[in-house]
């Protein structure tokens, strides 16, 4: 067995302190790459990117290695998507070595989503995202006023889509009232621009609508309009918005957040107003139709109120005939009852001053009697009575 070298077998050469090691390895790292800025092809792992300081932490891997990697807040800030685990990228880095901890990581500079562009991936995780919140959800959609009175427009003052919607606006209802709160369309400060154009019509407590639009252009001209702070921004409205942003063919977050989207600007504007000259005659069709309604209505109660008097005079019938029937019914029984029917019979009736006499001890002798009978009355006087 061979024996291992002692410290007296090793040629005398200097002795390395740990961070004199490290700090030499990392010199050698940074001379072999010079310092360049290299293309590394991987897979995202182990990514964590919830730190206060804004940095990402992950790792690069392929099927046989993997390797640590950091952008900090101040690189990542430019980066237009959030990377996950899994997702294949390029990225654009400088090879350093951490000194005190004794590892060397990659310093990434920008990330390329492999297969896909940049800005096309922010856009469909901004959309995933915005659409778990609910702000896609048509249940939050508000419908537009019938006929706004005043209406605020955000666009550019000098581009065509404020040309257009004027145009439009003022050909099918003149009176109505437009304000123009201006803000750049596209470029770096467009976003703070809209939202600031915004939230000055947010505060008109009288308006009735707002228009937020721009004219046609590439997908980088439209760019600000799927802006997460603008998107919110519009959430927040707290009247109807319609976002009518280029072509028909061009959707933004902008539209997808808005009450209502509109094609091109000039349809936006047909959407909000209405032509005066078709509420004129469907004003007209409407006086019409209340006045035919109403005639219709006065037949259908005259007809009822002469149902119904004539329900009344055959209940006031049908209880006077019974009334009758009743009386007649009475009538008999008193007729049958009565003193004079017994007269017919042979029966006669005593009265002295006028009160019959039924018991012959009220009589004395001389009293003046009225005897009726069936046919005519005889006075007396009694000569005696008798028990």
């Not at 099918?172 to 703070?192: E, K, Y």
């Amino acid at each position: 067995m061979e024996d291992l070298p002692s410290f007296k077998d090793i040629p005398q050469k200097k002795v390395y302190a740990v961070s004199e090691l490290n700090s030499e390895i990392k010199s050698i790292i940074d001379e072999g790459f010079e310092s360049k800025h290299i293309l590394v092809a991987g897979e995202i792992s182990n990514f964590r990117g919830n730190y206060a300081s804004g940095h990402w932490y992950f790792s690069l891997k392929d099927d046989q290695s993997q390797i640590s990697a950091v952008s900090f807040k101040w690189a990542n800030s430019h980066i237009k998507f959030e990377p996950e685990n899994g997702m294949e990228v390029i990225c654009n880095v400088q090879v350093s070595v951490y000194e005190k901890g004794g590892t060397y990581q990659l310093n990434v500079k920008h990330i390329e989503p492999k297969g896909v562009g940049a800005h096309a991936l922010a856009l469909e995780q901004l959309k995933e995202k915005l659409l778990k919140e609910g702000l896609f959800d048509p249940e939050r959609k508000r419908q537009l006023p019938f006929l706004p009175s005043k209406i605020g427009v955000v666009t550019s003052p000098t581009g065509a889509a404020i040309k257009d919607v004027l145009k439009v606006i003022d050909s099918r209802f003149p009176n109505i009232h437009v304000l123009v709160s201006p803000a750049r369309v596209q470029g770096g400060s467009a976003a703070i621009e809209i939202i600031k154009a915004l939230e000055i019509l947010y505060k008109i407590k009288d308006l009735d609508l707002i228009i937020l639009t721009r004219g046609g252009g590439s997908k980088e001209d439209l760019w600000v309009f799927n802006d997460e702070n603008v998107a919110r921004t519009i959430v927040k409205s707290p009247v109807p918005l319609i976002s009518a942003i280029g072509h028909e063919i061009d959707i933004t977050i902008s539209d997808l957040v808005a009450d209502v989207r509109a094609a091109t600007p000039s349809n936006a504007a047909e959407l909000a107003v209405r032509e005066k000259t078709e509420l004129i005659y469907g004003l007209i069709d409407f006086k019409k139709r209340m006045n035919s309604s109403l005639k219709n209505k006065v037949n259908i109660v005259g007809y009822e109120l002469d149902q119904y008097v004539n329900r009344i005079k055959w209940n006031i019938n049908s209880k006077l005939e019974a009334i009758e029937s009743e009386m007649r019914n009475l009538s008999g029984k008193l007729d049958s009852l009565s003193p004079l029917k017994v007269l017919s019979r042979g029966y006669s009736v005593v009265t002295k001053n006028k009160k019959v006499v039924i018991d012959s001890s009220k009589l004395k002798a001389k009293d003046k009697l009225e005897v009726r009978f069936h046919i005519g009355k005889a006075f007396c006087s009694v000569d005696k009575t008798e028990k």
